[in-house]
């Protein structure tokens, strides 16, 4: 996965769903009523997260409430 690491976040489709520790970049539904990069910062957070299969699967992670809009390695991994 270092190779992927050069800083651009990548499709939600093809992070990695075997408990690697990632980075998610979420962005809460308030994001779309946004008119400055001020507010936008504030609505969107990158947070560190891995897959679990528990219960059939899905992301855990520390952070902000939203939707997942792309991953990269997390720096830890690198």
């Not at 992070?15 to 969107?44: I, M, Q, S």
């Not at 219960?55 to 855990?60: K, L, Q, S, T, Y």
Request: charged share 25%; glycine share 12%.
């Amino acid at each position: 996965m270092a190779g992927l690491d050069d800083g651009t976040w990548h499709c939600m489709t093809d992070a990695p769903k075997d408990g690697t520790t990632v980075e998610l970049l979420v962005r809460h539904d308030y994001y779309r009523f946004c008119k400055t990069e001020e507010d936008r910062a504030r609505w969107e957070q990158a947070c560190t997260a891995k897959w679990i299969d528990h219960n059939g699967g899905g992301w855990m992670w520390d952070g902000i409430m939203g939707a997942h809009v792309g991953w990269r390695p997390a720096r830890s991994n690198v």
